[in-house]
Protein backbone atom coordinates (compact mmCIF):
# COMPACT_ATOMS: atom_id res chain seq x y z
CA UNK A 1 0.00 0.00 0.00
CA UNK A 2 1.44 3.57 -0.80
CA UNK A 3 1.65 5.45 2.56
CA UNK A 4 0.39 8.58 0.61
CA UNK A 5 -3.03 7.28 0.13
CA UNK A 6 -3.21 6.89 3.85
CA UNK A 7 -2.25 10.20 4.41
CA UNK A 8 -4.66 11.79 2.15
CA UNK A 9 -7.78 10.27 3.75
CA UNK A 10 -10.06 12.55 5.14
CA UNK A 11 -11.15 10.34 7.99
CA UNK A 12 -9.14 10.41 10.84
CA UNK A 13 -8.18 7.17 12.13
CA UNK A 14 -7.30 5.18 15.76
CA UNK A 15 -3.49 4.43 16.45
CA UNK A 16 -2.18 1.86 14.28
CA UNK A 17 0.57 0.88 12.19
CA UNK A 18 1.75 -0.86 8.30
CA UNK A 19 1.67 -4.99 8.30
CA UNK A 20 4.16 -6.34 6.03
CA UNK A 21 3.65 -9.40 3.95
CA UNK A 22 5.58 -13.06 4.97
CA UNK A 23 7.05 -13.19 1.55
CA UNK A 24 8.48 -11.32 -0.64
CA UNK A 25 11.63 -8.46 -0.36
CA UNK A 26 9.99 -6.95 3.08
CA UNK A 27 8.66 -3.84 1.43
CA UNK A 28 4.82 -5.20 1.00
CA UNK A 29 2.97 -3.92 3.07
CA UNK A 30 -0.77 -4.74 1.98
CA UNK A 31 -2.28 -3.80 5.12
CA UNK A 32 -2.64 -1.06 7.89
CA UNK A 33 -4.01 -2.19 10.70
CA UNK A 34 -5.71 -0.31 13.93
CA UNK A 35 -3.64 -0.93 17.40
CA UNK A 36 -7.30 -0.88 19.42
CA UNK A 37 -11.03 -2.49 18.60
CA UNK A 38 -12.47 -1.35 15.30
CA UNK A 39 -16.51 0.72 15.64
CA UNK A 40 -19.01 -0.43 13.33
CA UNK A 41 -19.55 3.65 12.96
CA UNK A 42 -16.21 4.23 11.78
CA UNK A 43 -16.06 1.56 9.46
CA UNK A 44 -19.23 2.68 7.67
CA UNK A 45 -17.76 6.22 7.24
CA UNK A 46 -14.75 4.51 5.50
CA UNK A 47 -16.84 2.33 3.57
CA UNK A 48 -18.15 5.71 2.33
CA UNK A 49 -15.71 7.48 1.16
CA UNK A 50 -13.70 4.38 -0.22
CA UNK A 51 -14.07 5.51 -4.46
CA UNK A 52 -12.48 8.54 -3.36
CA UNK A 53 -9.82 7.15 -1.05
CA UNK A 54 -9.37 3.66 -3.07
CA UNK A 55 -9.33 1.82 0.86
CA UNK A 56 -11.51 -0.27 1.36
CA UNK A 57 -12.13 -1.57 5.60
CA UNK A 58 -12.18 -4.53 6.50
CA UNK A 59 -13.26 -6.00 10.40
CA UNK A 60 -10.52 -8.51 10.93
CA UNK A 61 -11.46 -10.74 13.43
CA UNK A 62 -9.03 -13.61 15.30
CA UNK A 63 -8.58 -14.55 18.96
CA UNK A 64 -5.54 -12.69 20.52
CA UNK A 65 -3.54 -15.47 22.57
CA UNK A 66 -1.64 -14.94 25.63
CA UNK A 67 1.28 -12.98 23.98
CA UNK A 68 -0.53 -10.28 22.90
CA UNK A 69 -0.03 -10.89 19.41
CA UNK A 70 -3.68 -10.60 17.01
CA UNK A 71 -3.04 -13.02 14.59
CA UNK A 72 -2.60 -13.50 11.66
CA UNK A 73 -2.98 -9.76 11.31
CA UNK A 74 -0.32 -8.53 13.47
CA UNK A 75 1.87 -11.42 12.82
CA UNK A 76 2.42 -10.53 8.83
CA UNK A 77 0.88 -13.79 8.00
CA UNK A 78 -0.27 -11.97 4.52
CA UNK A 79 0.56 -13.81 1.39
CA UNK A 80 -0.24 -11.50 -1.29
CA UNK A 81 2.66 -12.15 -3.46
CA UNK A 82 0.95 -16.06 -3.97
CA UNK A 83 -2.12 -14.49 -5.37
CA UNK A 84 -2.96 -14.24 -8.75
CA UNK A 85 -5.22 -11.70 -10.29
CA UNK A 86 -9.31 -12.51 -9.76
CA UNK A 87 -9.35 -10.91 -13.65
CA UNK A 88 -7.60 -14.48 -14.57
CA UNK A 89 -11.00 -16.27 -13.57
CA UNK A 90 -14.70 -16.62 -14.61
CA UNK A 91 -16.56 -17.28 -11.32
CA UNK A 92 -19.17 -19.61 -13.02
CA UNK A 93 -16.58 -21.91 -14.18
CA UNK A 94 -14.97 -21.81 -10.88
CA UNK A 95 -18.03 -22.95 -9.16
CA UNK A 96 -18.96 -25.33 -11.78
CA UNK A 97 -15.67 -27.04 -11.04
CA UNK A 98 -15.37 -26.80 -7.29
CA UNK A 99 -18.63 -28.65 -7.30
CA UNK A 100 -17.57 -31.94 -9.19
CA UNK A 101 -14.64 -32.03 -6.95
CA UNK A 102 -16.78 -31.74 -3.83
CA UNK A 103 -19.60 -34.19 -4.86
CA UNK A 104 -16.88 -36.80 -6.53
CA UNK A 105 -16.86 -39.79 -4.05
CA UNK A 106 -13.21 -40.48 -3.58
CA UNK A 107 -11.13 -43.60 -1.68
CA UNK A 108 -10.98 -42.18 1.59
CA UNK A 109 -15.10 -40.95 1.65
CA UNK A 110 -17.10 -42.49 4.26
CA UNK A 111 -19.91 -41.84 2.80
CA UNK A 112 -21.35 -44.02 0.11
CA UNK A 113 -22.43 -42.11 -2.97
CA UNK A 114 -25.72 -42.61 -2.73
CA UNK A 115 -25.52 -40.69 1.15
CA UNK A 116 -22.55 -38.32 -0.56
CA UNK A 117 -25.24 -37.42 -3.62
CA UNK A 118 -28.39 -36.85 -0.86
CA UNK A 119 -26.55 -33.64 0.35
CA UNK A 120 -26.82 -31.95 -2.64
CA UNK A 121 -30.11 -33.19 -3.64
CA UNK A 122 -32.27 -32.69 -5.62
CA UNK A 123 -29.41 -31.71 -7.99
CA UNK A 124 -27.25 -34.94 -6.67
CA UNK A 125 -23.67 -34.81 -8.87
CA UNK A 126 -25.40 -32.60 -11.29
CA UNK A 127 -24.21 -28.94 -10.67
CA UNK A 128 -27.44 -26.87 -11.63
CA UNK A 129 -26.11 -23.38 -13.16
CA UNK A 130 -25.93 -19.76 -11.11
CA UNK A 131 -28.53 -18.57 -9.45
CA UNK A 132 -30.94 -15.49 -11.10
CA UNK A 133 -29.83 -11.88 -10.02
CA UNK A 134 -31.84 -10.82 -7.32
CA UNK A 135 -33.91 -7.29 -6.30
CA UNK A 136 -32.18 -5.73 -3.67
CA UNK A 137 -34.50 -5.35 -0.53
CA UNK A 138 -32.11 -2.26 0.56
CA UNK A 139 -29.12 0.11 -0.74
CA UNK A 140 -25.86 -2.37 -0.31
CA UNK A 141 -23.84 0.00 1.55
CA UNK A 142 -26.67 0.78 3.67
CA UNK A 143 -26.73 -3.01 4.26
CA UNK A 144 -23.43 -2.81 5.00
CA UNK A 145 -23.53 -0.74 7.54
CA UNK A 146 -26.05 -2.33 9.53
CA UNK A 147 -24.24 -5.55 9.11
CA UNK A 148 -20.77 -3.69 10.43
CA UNK A 149 -22.43 -2.64 13.29
CA UNK A 150 -23.91 -5.87 14.10
CA UNK A 151 -20.51 -7.92 13.50
CA UNK A 152 -18.57 -5.38 16.46
CA UNK A 153 -21.55 -6.30 18.23
CA UNK A 154 -20.73 -9.79 18.11
CA UNK A 155 -16.80 -9.52 17.84
CA UNK A 156 -15.49 -7.00 20.14
CA UNK A 157 -12.48 -7.33 19.74
CA UNK A 158 -12.22 -6.92 16.17
CA UNK A 159 -9.89 -4.33 14.72
CA UNK A 160 -9.78 -2.29 11.68
CA UNK A 161 -7.98 -3.23 8.93
CA UNK A 162 -7.24 -0.84 5.32
CA UNK A 163 -6.43 -2.31 2.33
CA UNK A 164 -5.59 -0.81 -1.10
CA UNK A 165 -8.40 -2.19 -3.02
CA UNK A 166 -11.03 -1.52 -5.84
CA UNK A 167 -13.86 -3.34 -3.90
CA UNK A 168 -14.43 -5.65 -1.16
CA UNK A 169 -13.65 -8.65 -3.13
CA UNK A 170 -10.33 -7.78 -4.72
CA UNK A 171 -9.33 -6.68 -0.56
CA UNK A 172 -8.78 -10.20 -0.17
CA UNK A 173 -6.74 -11.06 -2.92
CA UNK A 174 -4.89 -7.68 -2.01
CA UNK A 175 -4.09 -8.31 1.47
CA UNK A 176 -2.99 -11.87 0.81
CA UNK A 177 -5.63 -13.42 3.26
CA UNK A 178 -5.34 -17.09 2.80
CA UNK A 179 -7.94 -18.55 5.19
CA UNK A 180 -9.31 -20.75 1.76
CA UNK A 181 -5.93 -22.26 2.10
CA UNK A 182 -7.25 -25.88 3.04
CA UNK A 183 -8.97 -26.06 -0.42
CA UNK A 184 -7.25 -23.89 -2.43
CA UNK A 185 -5.01 -21.22 -1.53
CA UNK A 186 -4.95 -18.73 -4.77
CA UNK A 187 -7.55 -16.32 -3.50
CA UNK A 188 -8.25 -14.39 -6.41
CA UNK A 189 -10.49 -17.38 -7.12
CA UNK A 190 -12.78 -16.79 -3.94
CA UNK A 191 -12.73 -12.94 -5.23
CA UNK A 192 -13.50 -13.77 -8.48
CA UNK A 193 -16.61 -15.25 -7.28
CA UNK A 194 -17.90 -12.96 -4.36
CA UNK A 195 -17.06 -9.64 -7.00
CA UNK A 196 -19.50 -11.38 -9.31
CA UNK A 197 -21.72 -11.77 -5.92
CA UNK A 198 -21.36 -8.19 -4.95
CA UNK A 199 -23.07 -7.54 -8.97
CA UNK A 200 -25.83 -10.29 -8.69
CA UNK A 201 -26.59 -9.70 -4.63
CA UNK A 202 -25.63 -6.68 -3.63
CA UNK A 203 -22.47 -8.13 -1.69
CA UNK A 204 -20.14 -6.76 0.73
CA UNK A 205 -16.68 -7.52 2.48
CA UNK A 206 -17.46 -6.49 5.84
CA UNK A 207 -15.54 -8.94 7.70
CA UNK A 208 -12.47 -11.30 7.87
CA UNK A 209 -11.41 -13.84 10.17
CA UNK A 210 -8.41 -16.66 10.26
CA UNK A 211 -10.85 -18.71 7.67
CA UNK A 212 -14.02 -17.12 7.74
CA UNK A 213 -15.28 -14.25 5.53
CA UNK A 214 -18.46 -12.58 6.65
CA UNK A 215 -20.11 -10.47 3.35
CA UNK A 216 -23.34 -8.30 4.12
CA UNK A 217 -26.09 -8.62 1.83
CA UNK A 218 -28.44 -6.33 0.05
CA UNK A 219 -30.16 -8.88 -2.28
CA UNK A 220 -30.71 -12.31 -0.81
CA UNK A 221 -32.62 -15.22 -2.49
CA UNK A 222 -36.43 -14.98 -1.09
CA UNK A 223 -38.10 -18.00 -3.24
CA UNK A 224 -37.55 -21.55 -2.20
CA UNK A 225 -36.45 -22.00 -6.15
CA UNK A 226 -34.11 -19.18 -5.79
CA UNK A 227 -32.47 -19.83 -1.90
CA UNK A 228 -31.66 -23.38 -2.98
CA UNK A 229 -29.59 -22.62 -6.66
CA UNK A 230 -27.16 -20.21 -4.18
CA UNK A 231 -26.83 -22.83 -2.15
CA UNK A 232 -25.66 -24.85 -4.43
CA UNK A 233 -23.07 -21.61 -5.32
CA UNK A 234 -22.65 -21.66 -1.52
CA UNK A 235 -21.56 -25.51 -1.46
CA UNK A 236 -18.68 -25.02 -4.60
CA UNK A 237 -17.53 -21.93 -2.78
CA UNK A 238 -17.34 -23.05 1.00
CA UNK A 239 -18.73 -26.63 1.04
CA UNK A 240 -17.92 -26.65 4.97
CA UNK A 241 -21.14 -24.58 5.21
CA UNK A 242 -23.11 -27.37 4.42
CA UNK A 243 -20.43 -30.38 5.47
CA UNK A 244 -20.12 -28.91 9.04
CA UNK A 245 -22.71 -26.73 9.25
CA UNK A 246 -25.79 -27.10 11.64
CA UNK A 247 -27.80 -30.33 10.97
CA UNK A 248 -29.05 -31.88 8.95
CA UNK A 249 -26.64 -31.14 6.50
CA UNK A 250 -28.40 -30.95 3.43
CA UNK A 251 -28.30 -28.17 0.24
CA UNK A 252 -32.26 -28.26 1.00
CA UNK A 253 -31.81 -27.06 4.71
CA UNK A 254 -29.41 -25.30 4.21
CA UNK A 255 -31.49 -22.79 1.46
CA UNK A 256 -34.03 -22.23 4.29
CA UNK A 257 -31.46 -20.73 6.55
CA UNK A 258 -30.34 -18.61 3.84
CA UNK A 259 -33.51 -17.05 2.55
CA UNK A 260 -34.22 -13.76 2.72
CA UNK A 261 -31.13 -13.43 4.95
CA UNK A 262 -28.96 -10.17 4.83
CA UNK A 263 -25.79 -11.60 5.68
CA UNK A 264 -23.33 -14.79 4.10
CA UNK A 265 -21.14 -15.81 6.76
CA UNK A 266 -18.57 -18.88 5.51
CA UNK A 267 -16.28 -21.12 7.28
CA UNK A 268 -13.12 -23.20 5.78
CA UNK A 269 -11.76 -26.28 8.07
Same mark, same amino acid.
Given at each position: ??????????? +?? *?? =?????????????? *?? !???D??????????????????????L???????????? %? +??A??????E?????????????L?QW?EV???????D?L? *?????????P?? %?? !? +??P?R????????????A????V???????S????V????G??????V?WD????????T????????????R????????G???L????AA *????????L????E??????????? =?????T???????????????????
Amino acid at each position: MNPELLASLAV +PL *PE =GRMITSDEGDGDTQ *PL !WLSDSPASGELWTHLCSVHSASGLWPLLLDADEPNDGEF %R +PWASGELFPERMSSPDAHDPAVLLAQWWEVYTSPDDDDLLT *PEERFAVTAPFG %RD !W +PHPARDQEPVAGADEMAAQYARVFVDQHPRSRLGLVAAACGADALTAVGWDGTANYDNDTAKFSAVVRDWESRFGARVVAVGLSTLHLSIAA *PPMSTEDALLVAAEHFAFCPDNIWQ =GSPPYTLDAYAERIRGVNSWDFWWD
